[in-house]
């Protein structure tokens, strides 16, 4: 693991990197789009195949799903969405942290953000999951927890919000849906998942990056 890279990373607002410098960003990127492409339009039996099915998991040892969960979406926007969000985070966090920890955190937080889920809906027979999305909010927090003063600008809100600020409101709004959800409905967010996910990139970039939570202070001006 290349730990010389963590005294580079730039204490200002980081540019925009090109996709020769973040390979592995790329690849999920391309694997996303392929894998869901194939099942949205080709063979839709796929997607209940590769699913996130606690029951299957925990009753049929399908642990494979843990994984392959991540690899499917439930349709065109929900893949755009996603896919646009990596875009956006990914090539920066992997070349300010490197390939092989950005592999970790991306990874890392998705088997988070699936075991949580599993730990909550592990008596449920027909709960299912299906996206990137729980990986893809673990880059999101460890972007903001490197780089906290970074404007994210949303859609319909012409003001950039902290990244400091967007990370917490997350995590928060997480808690609070996951909370109030319906479990008897189907379908709608897994915000169960980007719970788990937001946590995990968060825990694991202080871990793979001790001076961080320094950098986090020292940016915010404390």
Do not use: C
């Amino acid at each position: 693991m290349n730990r010389t890279r963590h005294s580079t990373i730039p204490d200002t607002n980081p540019e925009p990197q090109l996709f020769f410098d973040s390979p592995f960003t790329l690849f999920l990127l391309l694997i996303n789009v392929l894998v869901s492409g194939y099942a949205l339009y080709f063979d839709p039996s796929l997607i209940n195949t590769l699913s996130f099915r606690p029951k299957r998991i925990l009753k049929e040892k399908e642990y494979y799903r843990m994984l392959t969960g991540g690899f499917v979406h439930g349709g065109l926007g929900h893949l755009t969405f996603n896919m646009f969000t990596l875009f956006f985070f990914g090539p920066v966090l992997e070349t300010s942290l490197g390939s092989a920890e950005f592999l970790i955190i991306f990874f890392g937080a998705e088997f988070a953000a699936h075991g949580f889920t599993l730990w909550k809906h592990r008596d449920s027979s027909t709960y299912a999951a299906v996206g990137a999305s729980g990986a893809i909010s673990g880059v999101v927090v460890s972007f903001s927890l490197l780089y906290p003063t970074y404007k994210i600008y949303l859609m319909l809100i012409p003001i950039g919000i902290p990244a400091w600020l967007f990370a917490l409101g997350f995590i928060g709004f997480s808690a609070y849906a996951m909370n109030k959800r319906d479990q008897s409905r189907m379908g709608g967010i897994a915000h169960e998942a980007h719970l788990g996910g937001a946590i995990g990139g968060l825990l694991l970039t202080l871990v793979m990056v001790p001076s961080a939570l320094g950098r986090f202070i020292s940016q915010m001006g404390f």
